[in-house]
């Protein structure tokens, strides 16, 4: 049995999607479905059950799961980076992720968790996933820290040579729907052109960068799968890996690809950015992939253009 925690969710549903391209179906899907459309992710896909996370982790202390779990995909968490509930972030993306990790080792199964590029905060410190960097990373909030504890603790513990720890970079695709302000901006700005024909981008508050030239690693969910699935078929390499494209687009670039997909003349707008996130703002990702590619994985990732025409074109038309 394989389980998936957030498995409803985006890249978890994308996950048990690849797997079930492969066949496997013997899938524990671990999620909070809560009330919001995330539930719609599972429609189509092929599953042995479904467990609530708060049941899931009392089944994994208590022994009830049978022995034939082979691997852990840890992908459910909080993931609004504006959540200022510290007490909630630190529950669920710290202390549920130590007793899963713990869980999984002791019992010899694989353990696949995601951490964050939010990890890298301002990018001062660079975009490296070398695990000696760690305590130098400075995230910008509170999701991004608890991500980052985490990490550290891994490291402490001595956990980094036996688990896999993913750091996502700016993910788009498929079954995102349900992510309210934390969906893609390619999402957002393929509702924004259907309502009004343009999109409203934030005006630059950083004089290194003119509006819409900030720079963000947007990789496709499909990618980024794809990257995720390496560590189960390579269970010998373990430690921490970004998950991205190693090439940082600009947001007028990947505005203008979403209007070529629509078949539309580009028209955006720039207004102010809310004085909450000025302070918060990454104005350039680029994942760093090297280890990656030294691990062994060596499957290009799709063009920026490319991927947004097939989401697009194939999935929100």
């Known amino acids: 049995m394989i389980i998936v925690t957030g498995g409803a969710g985006f890249i978890g549903s994308n996950l048990v999607a690849a797997l079930n391209q492969r066949g496997i179906d013997d899938i524990l899907v671990v999620d909070q479905l809560?009330?919001?459309?995330?539930?719609?992710?599972?429609?189509?896909?092929?599953?042995?059950?479904?467990?609530?996370?708060?049941?899931?982790?009392?089944?994994?202390?208590?022994?009830?799961?049978?022995?034939?779990?082979?691997?852990?995909?840890?992908?459910?968490?909080?993931?609004?980076?504006?959540?200022?509930?510290?007490?909630?972030?630190?529950?669920?993306?710290?202390?549920?992720?130590?007793?899963?990790?713990?869980?999984?080792?002791?019992?010899?199964?694989?353990?696949?968790?995601?951490?964050?590029?939010?990890?890298?905060?301002?990018?001062?410190?660079?975009?490296?996933?070398?695990?000696?960097?760690?305590?130098?990373?400075?995230?910008?909030?509170?999701?991004?820290?608890?991500?980052?504890?985490?990490?550290?603790?891994?490291?402490?513990?001595?956990?980094?040579?036996?688990?896999?720890?993913?750091?996502?970079?700016?993910?788009?695709?498929?079954?995102?729907?349900?992510?309210?302000?934390?969906?893609?901006?390619?999402?957002?700005?393929?509702?924004?052109?259907?309502?009004?024909?343009?999109?409203?981008?934030?005006?630059s508050h950083n004089p290194d960068y003119a509006d819409g030239e900030y720079k963000r690693d947007f990789v496709y969910v499909k990618d980024a799968v794809d990257m995720t699935l390496f560590f189960m078929d390579n269970p010998d390499v373990n430690g921490i890996f970004n998950v991205g494209t190693g090439k940082a687009r600009t947001w007028n670039d990947m505005v203008k690809a979403v209007f070529t997909a629509m078949d539309k003349k580009p028209k955006i707008e720039f207004v102010p950015m809310p004085d909450n996130l000025k302070n918060q703002y990454q104005y350039f990702t680029q994942a760093e992939m090297e280890k990656l590619t030294n691990a062994g994985y060596n499957k290009p990732t799709t063009p920026l253009e490319n991927a947004i025409k097939d989401y697009v074109c194939n999935y929100l038309k």
């Open 34 to 203: 809560g009330s919001d459309t995330k539930w719609t992710n599972l429609i189509e896909l092929k599953f042995a059950d479904y467990v609530e996370s708060d049941d899931f982790i009392e089944m994994a202390i208590e022994g009830e799961l049978d022995d034939s779990v082979q691997a852990v995909f840890h992908l459910g968490a909080c993931t609004d980076t504006t959540e200022t509930d510290t007490a909630y972030l630190l529950k669920n993306n710290y202390e549920y992720t130590k007793l899963l990790a713990n869980w999984a080792v002791e019992n010899n199964i694989r353990f696949i968790y995601a951490s964050s590029a939010a990890t890298y905060g301002d990018g001062s410190k660079g975009f490296s996933d070398d695990e000696e960097n760690i305590a130098e990373l400075s995230p910008l909030n509170m999701y991004g820290y608890s991500k980052q504890l985490f990490d550290l603790w891994a490291k402490r513990s001595g956990l980094l040579n036996k688990i896999a720890g993913l750091k996502y970079f700016n993910v788009f695709g498929p079954n995102e729907h349900h992510k309210a302000d934390m969906r893609s901006f390619i999402l957002k700005a393929y509702e924004q052109i259907t309502a009004d024909s343009k999109v409203r981008l934030f005006k």
